[in-house]
């Protein structure tokens, strides 16, 4: 049986184990194996004949192609053992790329000074969308600056949010 909640879905397994498909339990089963691998975003996607789970991975030495083996290997065992999905599924595992997601406080602020794109919830100064230039990150709001208008977002309106990589 399978339940959308607040974070995701709920696998209801038999009677009694509940295993819930947060961000929060992919992290947790990542730490179990990995030092310093942060989860930077999880989708999941699909129906009953064909799930695909994808991790998006960081870490301070950066992501290579072995790790995000050895992550997948280390997750999908964890998926299959606690018997999540009725039929198959297809689990991915990569680097955020260039245009990574931003997601937390924390990575805002790590990216002070570059172009972004952020899609708010509710219009901020008459738009949803902003693309400019990250320029303030503070505790509960970031300030973008777009054609020389300084736009200050809270962090809990942004509903997608992107580096925005320019090609020269």
Known sequence: MTKVGADGPTFVL???????????????????????VELVLSQVAGGRRQRIVRLYIDHPDGVTHELCADVSTVVGAALDEGDVFDGPYTLEVSSPGIERPLRKQSHFAAQLGRNVYVKTGVPIQGRKVWQGVLRDVGPEH?????????????LGEIIDAHLKYEFR
Do not use: K, N, S, Y
């Open 14 to 36: 038999g009677e009694v184990d509940v295993v819930e498909l947060t961000e929060a339990w992919f992290q947790q089963v990542i730490e179990r194996e990995f030092e310093d």
């Open 142 to 154: 970031v300030e973008i600056e777009e054609a020389g208008e300084t736009a200050r977002i809270p």
